[in-house]
């Protein structure tokens, strides 16, 4: 089977939430999503809806070049893995965005994890523990359940490689043209231009 790689991106995007964030965690990065291409001509997370409101999130598209991601710094790592667990990976973001309007962001995970509580609930996630969830499809290579996964334990992960940090922004393999229609087709696309912290 051939390999494909999916990409974890690692962004400061210096909203306040995220510097609240920040004060718990003492880590420069804590917003996590995930890419299935090179280009990161679709990013996948939880995050904000709206621009300006922190409170009001669930599943997103993030852009690179849009909303406060225009300023965010970041870090951003390629895992190899087989064809099928791609394939798998793929699969599980197009059922929760075929289902998006089931989703909230799930503050009371964060809380959770700050009290070191294994808090579960239906149809909510942070931004780290969705691209656990997703991850999760490759059986063995997380060692906490995704409701317990922040952004440095994803940033753990044995064998990530990192392959660019700096701005986001200037990330030099972003897609030289803005598509009206993402390579990551399922279903009508809805492009959020906020990311948040999760």
């Known amino acids: 089977m051939e390999e494909k790689k999916v990409y974890i991106i690692f962004t400061d995007t210096g909203t306040l939430f995220t510097k609240l964030i920040k004060l ?86 964060l809380i959770a994890i700050m009290l070191k509580y294994n808090l579960k609930r239906k149809n909510a996630y942070f931004c780290s523990q969705f691209v656990a969830t997703i991850l999760n499809e490759k059986i063995g290579l997380l060692e906490k359940a995704p409701s317990q996964c922040t952004p440095q334990d994803i940033l753990a992960v044995h064998k990530l490689e990192l392959i660019y940090k700096g701005k986001l922004n200037h990330y030099p393999h972003q897609a030289s043209e803005k598509m009206d229609e993402p390579d990551f087709r399922f279903g009508k696309s809805i492009m959020y231009k906020s990311p948040d912290f999760s």
Do not use: W
Request: proline share 3%; hydrophobic share 30%; charged share 30%.
């Open 24 to 109: 718990y965690t003492k880590k420069p990065l804590n917003h996590v999503s995930i890419s299935f291409d090179k280009q990161l001509t679709d990013i996948f997370s939880f995050g904000r809806k709206k621009p300006y409101n922190p409170f009001i999130g669930g599943f997103v598209r993030e852009r690179i070049a849009e909303g406060l991601f225009k300023k965010a710094r970041c870090e951003i790592y390629s895992y190899s893995l087989s064809e099928r667990e791609y394939e798998q990976m793929q699969t599980k973001v197009r059922q929760i965005e075929a289902k998006k309007e089931l989703y909230k962001y799930n503050f009371l995970g």
